[in-house]
């Protein structure tokens, strides 16, 4: 038998995630040495079938995720509307990037960061 990692998450009521990744951006070593931050659409993935951006329907919020959309909180549980998901993908493009900005980086030091997370 198998073990799968997010049951096991789950079991203990825990969660981990690893942020955002544009996926369909990284095709190729060259990129590593790119300083412009990656097109909102280059965060899809293929394999997931959707932007890993933007949140599943049911997800949780966190506190600025929530005012952007308008809402007081949102829960574990409460549906979220297509609008609303791609309001929260939007506003976490536009938080990644400043920092991405801030931080003065290139891919390779997002790469980094994001496999230090």
Do not use: C
Not at 33 to 43: I, R, V
Not at 49 to 55: C, I, R
Not at 68 to 90: C, F, H, K, M, N
Not at 93 to 112: A, G, P
Request: charged share 20%; no cysteine.
């Amino acid at each position: 038998a198998g073990v799968s990692y997010d049951a096991f998450l789950k079991a203990y009521n825990a969660s981990a995630s690893k942020g955002y990744f544009p996926y369909e951006y990284f095709d190729s070593l060259e990129k590593l040495s790119s300083t412009q931050f990656p097109p909102y659409d280059q965060f899809f993935s293929s394999l997931k079938g959707t932007n890993t951006l933007e949140p599943s329907r049911y997800d949780e919020l966190n506190e600025m995720e929530t005012a952007a959309i308008g809402r007081q909180y949102v829960a574990l549980g409460t549906p979220l509307s297509e609008d609303e998901i791609s309001e929260v993908g939007r506003f976490r493009y536009s938080q990644l990037q400043q920092y991405w900005y801030e931080n003065n980086w290139s891919f390779r030091d997002f790469l980094v960061d994001y496999n230090n997370m």
